[in-house]
């Protein structure tokens, strides 16, 4: 059974960092592409970032561009998201998800086909 599973949130100030971590198990097969998509109170979900796998590209979203990088262990079984001088704007839920085929723009949500349960992330100012 696949599964995604994501860790690694909690609250810190404006200007702190945080680090997480997807663990990725069953499935056959790498997948295209992981990416990390948050969802705030009363908002939609949005892209934050993506990596695909078979060349290691990355993707970002404007508003986290500089600040956040993914990235991939060599097994491609861990993925993460770095993330530095954080916002209250960044605070949401994160959740790690997979794209088993090509095709279509990272930020697609509809495109992955596995999610994990989210880890939520809280910055005060």
């Known amino acids: 059974q696949e599964k995604l599973l994501e860790s690694g949130g909690g609250s810190v100030q404006a200007g702190g960092s945080l680090r997480l971590s997807c663990a990725a198990s069953g499935f056959s097969f790498p997948a295209v592409s992981m990416a990390w998509f948050r969802q705030a109170a009363e908002k939609k979900r949005e892209g934050v970032a993506a990596?695909?796998?078979?060349?290691?590209?990355?993707y970002y979203a404007d508003s986290v561009k500089g600040r956040f990088t993914i990235s991939q262990d060599d097994a491609l079984t861990t993925f993460y998201l770095q993330m530095n001088d954080l916002k209250p704007e960044d605070s949401g839920m994160y959740y790690c998800?997979?794209?088993?085929?090509?095709?279509?723009?990272?930020?697609?949500?509809?495109?992955?086909?596995?999610w994990g349960p989210g880890t939520q992330v809280t910055v005060s100012s």
């Open positions: 990596i695909y796998t078979n060349d290691g590209s990355t």
């Open positions: 998800a997979a794209k088993m085929a090509s095709g279509g723009p990272w930020t697609y949500i509809h495109a992955y086909s596995s």
